[in-house]
């Protein structure tokens, strides 16, 4: 028998990977219905995203196999970094710095029990 396994991919979040990861660490391997349990309660900007993401998956596992978020776990989950957007700004003496403004994508896998 085959796994049924669902992929989501959310792409260019606004958010550092480094910040989005220790959100991804949480939840990992956990059920998709205690995952959203905590990252309800969690005060971290990343977590409502990440929330959206496993909400799209059960949607998704829903309509392709017809079964209910307690019977999903959350399979892998990775942060990867997405495209970087360079930013000036004017410092002291006549110099310029650049800021990095990090970029995100969630790859995430729901597997039926």
Partial sequence: ???KIVTVKVKNIAQSPLKLRLVANLIRGKNASEAIEMLTLLSKKGA???????MSGIAN???KYGV???SL???????????T?????????GRVSRIDKRRSHINLEL???
Avoid: G, H, N
Avoid at 48 to 54: L, N, Y
Avoid at 85 to 93: A, G, H, M, P, Q
């Fill in 61 to 63: 596992a829903r309509e």
């Fill in 48 to 54: 409502p995203i990440v929330k959206k993401a496993i």
């Fill in 1 to 3: 028998m085959e796994d």
């Fill in 68 to 70: 209910d978020k307690e």
């Fill in 73 to 83: 776990v959350i399979s892998k989950i990775t942060i990867d970094e997405a495209r």
């Fill in 85 to 93: 957007l360079k930013r000036t700004r004017f410092e002291s003496r």
């Fill in 111 to 113: 597997k039926v029990k």
